[in-house]
């Protein structure tokens, strides 16, 4: 069970880089999201970008790292970031890892995909001209 939900600690913070190092056998792959849980603040987001070796993985952080420090664990979360797809995304106002900032909550139970996910091929995409309505007059 490769990383799944391994705990790890800080051991470096460059800006928006951090190095964290895990147990043997317990490191998460590349473009995992791993967590930081904070008391006063919204949790943040990671993404692990590279694996050092001796057990350490460079990641980027989704948001400010302000009042981190060495030491601080980080949880893998066992998959990609996602971020809400489908009808009910339509004009809303998402970030990165898939939390609304619009003021309105997310539905439950929306479909999510990764941010990893590949394109449709060209023989799923539509290939008709089709006038985009923006509200906006000439």
């Known amino acids: 069970m490769e990383g799944q939900h391994s705990v790890g600690k ?66 893998n979360t066992g998959g990609p970031i996602t971020v809400p797809v489908g009808l009910e995304t339509l004009g809303r106002l998402i970030n990165i890892v898939g939390d609304p900032i619009d003021g309105q909550p997310m539905p439950e139970g929306i479909k999510r995909h990764s941010i990893h996910r590949t394109a449709p091929t060209l023989l799923d995409q539509d290939t008709e001209t089709e006038e985009l309505e923006t509200g906006v007059k000439s």
């Open 10 to 75: 800080i051991t470096e913070i460059k800006g928006p880089v951090i190095d964290a190092r895990f147990e043997k056998g317990q490191l998460p792959r590349v473009n995992d999201a791993l967590r930081v849980e904070r008391d006063s603040e919204k949790n943040l987001i990671l993404e692990v970008a590279q694996h050092l070796g001796d057990d350490v993985i460079r990641a980027i952080a989704m948001d400010s790292t302000d009042g981190l420090s060495r030491g601080t664990e980080v949880i």
